[in-house]
């Protein structure tokens, strides 16, 4: 059967793990990457109007007289301009402000770089027959703006240049688009990797708990095939190790189950012949014991009543290996549930004892002689060990998976104490300690148990509500099941 891919969690986390440490990594370069060209970018483009301005003052300065007019000074604004670098220039003097363009104005100079031209500046090492340029980067409607100013010496005008730095930024907008597509992409690529590296990792995963829930559904002869030298291959090791050894203990207790097994049935069936004989003799001297000698009577009686406990015992044990072989025969047939009860009821003298609440016309398909033995096996219980009065309700129930037949039967006694309520159906198991040698082989319930599983039902023990006695349940479908599942 082909595998199909599955999402699990650890398939998940494992992507989601390089996906972020892959971004992570992406965004980080792609940062780095960015921010570095953006100062190369700036920094080359600032540098090169920077110089390029201060050499087009000094060639253009010396021309002008100590006190230029404001024409003089215009000229010499538009001649600064007049470069290749394009970009605006402003000159101001005491009498006059100058500009080669009308779009920016000494107005529009930031204040702290205005304040840093016009004061001298403290710091500065050049000679005091130099000027000192200061520059600062702002926005101007939007739009990324140098802006560089210096006092062209200490009588002369201040001027102003405006550099606009809008073909930098979309080169760096597109660098950004760039880094980001390439980020996308690098994450794309990193998902996909992960989902074959996971695929390749959890393969040998899958196959690992393919084995170990075929293992658990009893096929002790799952093996892996086993590749490589990694982890991997070292655990599909240890689980055939492990299987391997698992069949073998297996089959060394299924074979000394069954050698208990054959045991029990051959010394059953081999007590049977002697029994048969003994039983034989017990009757005769049971008939006899009033004849007896009264030192006598009581031992014959007591051996006729432990002569009948052995051979109750040894059917038992026969009934019960035809459970744990699987050969138990279940002959099926329909019957009125009350005709079974009464019959039951009647054939062991328990009419006068018993309370029975059966409606005539509950048909359910069962077998007779088992189901007998069951309703047996719950009313001497509850006669037995409960106590009168012993009350038998059956009633049909309706559920999602079928009609049942409940019957409860229900004893006066104290009731079962809370720690034998869990295993009054195992075998030879009896509550009082007191009791081993008393009547009984502690056989019945788990016989009872047996002959309704092979039924398709169960029978459930717990005390009453109201506190006062024991209630043993017997539920069965109405229609039982066949050996494939269907229903009979």
Known sequence: MARRLRLTSLRIRMIAVC???????????????????????????????????????????????????????????????ATGLRYDVVMTSPTCSVHSSHTYTAADVPAVLRQQVEQPCMHCTTSPGQYHLFWQRVNLNGVPFLIGGTRVLPDGPTAYMFKSLDDEQRDLDSLAWSLGIATLLALVGAALLAQAAAATVLKPVARLAEAAQSLGEGNLDTRLEVTGQDELAELSRTFNHTAAA???????????????????????????????????????????????????????????????????????????????????????????????????????????????????????????????????????????????????????????????????????????????????FDRFFKADASRRRSEGSGLGLSIAMENARIHGGTISAANAADGVGAVFTLRLPKTPPTKDGSTA
């Open 19 to 81: 996906s972020v440490v892959a971004l992570a990594a992406a965004v980080s370069s792609s940062g780095i990457a960015y921010w570095l060209n953006r100062d190369a970018v700036l920094k080359r483009t600032q540098d090169t109007a920077l110089s390029d301005f201060r050499n087009q003052l000094d060639r253009t300065v010396t021309a002008l007289p100590l006190e230029p007019s404001c024409q003089e000074l215009q000229l010499a604004t538009n001649v600064v301009a």
């Open 246 to 424: 698992l069949e073998a203990q297996v089959e060394e207790l299924s074979a000394r189950e069954h050698a208990s097994r054959r045991f029990v049935a051959d010394m059953s069936h081999e007590l049977r012949t002697p029994l048969t004989a003994m039983t034989a003799v017990t009757d005769i001297l049971e008939d006899e014991a009033d004849a007896l000698d009264p030192m006598i009577e009581p031992a014959v009686r007591l051996v006729v009543s432990e002569t009948r406990r052995l051979t109750e015992l040894v059917e038992n044990l026969m009934e019960v290996t035809r459970f744990d072989a699987g050969t138990a025969k279940v002959v099926i047939d329909e019957i009125d549930i009350a005709d079974l009860i009464t019959s039951t009821i009647d054939a062991r003298a328990w009419l006068d004892a018993v309370e029975l609440d059966a409606p005539r016309g509950l048909l359910v398909r069962v077998d007779p002689r088992r189901i007998d033995v069951v309703l047996a096996n719950l009313i001497g219980n509850a006669l037995k060990h409960g106590g009168s009065p012993v009350r038998v309700r059956a009633r049909e129930e309706s559920a999602p998976d079928g009609d049942w037949l409940v019957v409860e039967v229900a004893d006066g006694g104290p009731g079962i104490p809370g720690d034998v309520l869990p295993h009054v």
